[in-house]
């Protein structure tokens, strides 16, 4: 009979060391499961980095730039959040595709310095050049600093103008074009593929629709002039077609869209041909 009671006291002690082990293994595997949901949890914030490789001295715009979610604590000091802040800025780095972009590597070419000027960042091989804006693209709110545009130009030219007539390798005449002298309009493109780096006493408006402004609220200023930065010897092309009395209009180039675009100068002969016009005397 003891040796009975000695056997269920065995079993009983079994029993509860098992219950014991099943016990504590749930309490750890919880307290694992939670500690593995907290790592997972961690709070993230966006952050904008460079969608490809950017040079140093370019103007950031829309397709260089990508938002992306990080944890916060993988996210460096003055990290930007919203590519807007980073959208027509100048960057004073290289930037490798993918790299977070920081406020301290970039340029505002609008930030006003202590001397009164913009805070332009021109290369050594460049100049900065004022342009008047006077066309219509330049009043009603579509540039912006960062943009690429194209620079057409309407001018007169003399017709009937002497020009130098290769006659053999080596030998040139002069000879006369056809046609009476006096002037004609031609249209061209003078630049390609510019890039704005400033708009002076431009103010984009504050507050919302049209009507009455709300309080607080400014209304929208067109620029005076555009600044870019440009080859010297472009400068100079510029300078002359504005002193010689040419007729600007700046067109806006798509993101992205850098190549060069297949056109010719339109003057009158290009348009009667290509829209089939007759041009008959006394007609």
Do not use: C
Not at 21 to 35: G, N, R
Request: overall charge negative.
């Amino acid at each position: 009979m003891g040796r009975l009671r000695g056997f269920l006291w065995l079993i009983a002690g079994v029993v509860v060391a098992a219950l014991a082990t099943i016990v504590a293994y749930t309490t750890l595997s919880d307290a694992a499961a939670k500690s593995g949901g907290g790592i997972v949890s961690k709070p993230e914030v966006q952050v904008v980095v460079a969608a490809r490789p950017v040079a140093m001295r370019s103007t950031l715009t829309e397709a260089d730039l990508k938002a992306i979610t990080l944890a916060v604590d993988a996210v460096p000091e003055g990290a930007i959040g919203d590519p807007a802040e980073a959208e027509g800025q100048i960057t004073l780095v290289d930037l490798s595709a993918g790299e977070v972009i920081l406020a301290r590597r970039l340029l505002d070419p609008n930030v006003v310095t202590g001397d009164g000027r913009l805070a332009l960042f021109v290369s050594e091989e460049e100049v900065l050049m004022a342009f008047p804006a006077t066309d219509l693209m330049s009043r009603v709110e579509v540039l912006k600093p960062g943009d690429r545009v194209d620079i057409l130009i309407s001018l007169e030219f003399p017709t009937g103008r002497e020009v130098e007539v290769a006659t053999s390798p080596g030998e040139t005449e002069t000879a006369r074009t056809a046609g009476s002298t006096g002037e004609e309009q031609a249209t061209f493109v003078v630049l390609e593929n510019v890039g704005i780096a400033a708009l002076t006493g431009w103010q984009p408006a504050t507050g919302g629709g049209g009507g009455l402004l709300p309080s607080g609220a400014t209304e929208a200023r067109p620029p005076t002039a555009i600044l870019f930065a440009l080859s010297p010897q472009d400068a100079l092309v510029l300078k002359y077609v504005k002193d010689a009395g040419g007729i600007q209009d700046i067109v806006l180039r798509a993101p992205g869209a850098e190549g060069p675009f297949d056109t010719e100068p339109v003057d009158v002969d290009y348009v009667l041909n290509r829209f089939q016009i007759p041009n008959e005397v006394g007609r």
